[in-house]
Nanobody
């Protein structure tokens, strides 16, 4: 499965932004899809993931109540709605896919990755 992330940009603290991840290749609904981020000088951090059917989600504690992940299996898209953005949310955001939702929070991580999209939040 190939993934293409988009939607990053420069916003102010408190603003909202929506990231999109477009998928192509194998049956999209067979894959859980999620988001990771990497801030300058820091390691990859899990953000959120959603199961293939969209019935289950998993969010990192740092974004609970602010970020919402969703998907459209007709359009083969996954979205990350980011509200109440903070300066510490500044990072390159990557979308990724894997057959199992659980894989997103293991040390192995998902197998399929898209390129990143930069989100910059000014304080």
């Amino acid at each position: 499965v190939q993934l293409q992330a988009s939607g990053g940009g420069l916003v102010q603290a408190g603003d909202s932004l929506r990231l999109s991840c477009a998928a192509s290749g194998r049956t999209f609904s067979s894959y859980a899809v999620g988001w990771f981020r990497r801030a300058p000088g820091k390691e990859h951090e899990f953000v959120a993931a959603i199961s293939g059917s969209g019935g289950r989600t998993n969010n990192a504690d740092s974004v609970k109540g602010r970020f919402t992940i969703s998907r459209d299996n007709v359009k083969d898209m996954v979205f990350l709605q980011m509200d109440s953005l903070k300066a510490e949310d500044t990072a390159v955001y990557y979308c990724a896919a894997e057959a199992s939702l659980a894989r997103f929070t293991t040390t192995t991580g998902p197998r399929y990755w898209g390129q990143g999209t930069l989100v910059t939040v000014s304080s």
